[in-house]
């Protein structure tokens, strides 16, 4: 896997339970030097190191107020059916410890609106948390809806309790009375022009809100998200296809079992990967010729419809052939 977006060393300053199963990192220049500046909504690349296994990145959103130079704060859930890389962090990142990470990058960033609703399912907060300090630093009026399993699991809360924001938040549990649910038919009845909605969470979650935004008639371009995980792809239709390499011609097969990231990087051609499931865009590749099969959760459905670049790291083909601008 390629790491060259890693440009960052960072020391891990503090680390903290914030909720059952979710703790958060607090990175800073080892030398006390400012970090690079961020916006509200970024992310950072985190290069996970498992023993026994190769080196994997995942991403984290940052969660501090976006003013901040000297730390970035990252909050990472405990996922015990994850590929290994919030594990990793768990069980492995201490204080102390030197990390690579890249600079902010932001495919999630807030755009001017009169007013801004968030949505937030679980480890979803992270982005929306940075959000929310950034609307209420421009006093920009929104609403933070949090929806979380139970109180335990339901992290920043103290940090939300003591914000100078905390009537906009509204906390909704799993576990708690059926009056404190959020309902988001209720919520997202009457679409409003001056509104927008960003939510992030789990992939069931985010669905939900834009199936109920899309049954109520909000416009596609004042709905926002972020996903933290690919949904799982049904492959049991893949079939193989072929993919033409601009640059030199060579025609590479791409097997029913196989992606194209994969066949590239058994073939010597190597491009930065990171998620591996569609969602951050790391991978992005110009398609010059064919149909991809879109799979990913980054680029929005005018992107798809343009078909003129795919993600190697999950999509696949619909023609037979897709000749890629490498």
Not at 182 to 187: E, I, K, M, R, T
Request: aromatic share 6%; glycine share 6%; with cysteine.
């Amino acid at each position: 896997m390629s790491n060259s977006s890693l440009s960052l060393i960072v020391e891990v300053k503090a680390r903290h339970e914030e909720a059952q199963d979710i703790v958060t990192f607090e990175l800073a220049d080892p030398h006390g030097r400012p970090l690079p500046a961020f916006s509200a909504g970024a992310h950072i690349d985190v290069q996970v190191s498992s023993q026994g296994q190769d080196t994997i990145i995942r991403q984290y959103s940052l969660c501090n107020h976006p003013e901040e130079r000297d730390r970035y704060l990252i909050g990472v859930l405990r996922d015990p059916t994850s590929r290994g890389g919030s594990v990793a962090m768990h069980d492995e990142v201490r204080v102390g410890d030197l990390i690579q990470i890249s600079a902010p990058k932001n495919h999630f960033p807030l755009e001017p609106a009169e007013r801004t609703l968030l949505l937030a399912g679980g480890i979803g907060i992270t982005p929306l948390l940075c959000m929310a300090e950034r609307l209420a630093h421009t006093d920009t009026d929104f609403e933070l809806h949090y929806c979380t399993r139970s109180p335990e699991r339901t992290a920043f809360r103290d940090r939300i309790a003591a914000a100078g924001f905390a009537e906009k938040v509204h906390f909704h549990f799993d576990d708690g009375p059926a009056e404190q649910k959020l309902d988001l038919a209720s919520l997202l009845a009457t679409p409003a022009p001056d509104t927008r909605v960003y939510v992030c969470g789990p992939t069931g979650f985010i669905d939900a809100v834009m199936s109920t935004c899309q049954s109520a008639g909000w416009p596609s371009d004042r709905l926002h998200t972020e996903y933290f995980a690919g949904a799982v792809a049904n492959t049991e239709d893949d079939d193989s296809f072929e993919v033409k390499i601009a640059s030199s011609g060579a025609t590479l097969t791409v097997p029913a079992d196989k992606t194209v990231h994969q066949v590239l990087t058994e073939n010597g051609i190597d491009i930065m990967v990171s998620c591996e499931q569609g969602v951050c865009g790391t991978c992005l590749t110009r398609v010059l010729e064919g149909e991809p099969d879109h799979r990913d959760f980054f680029l929005e459905d005018h992107e798809h419809a343009a078909n003129d670049q795919f993600t190697p790291c999950c999509s696949r083909a619909k023609s037979k052939l897709l000749v890629l601008d490498l």
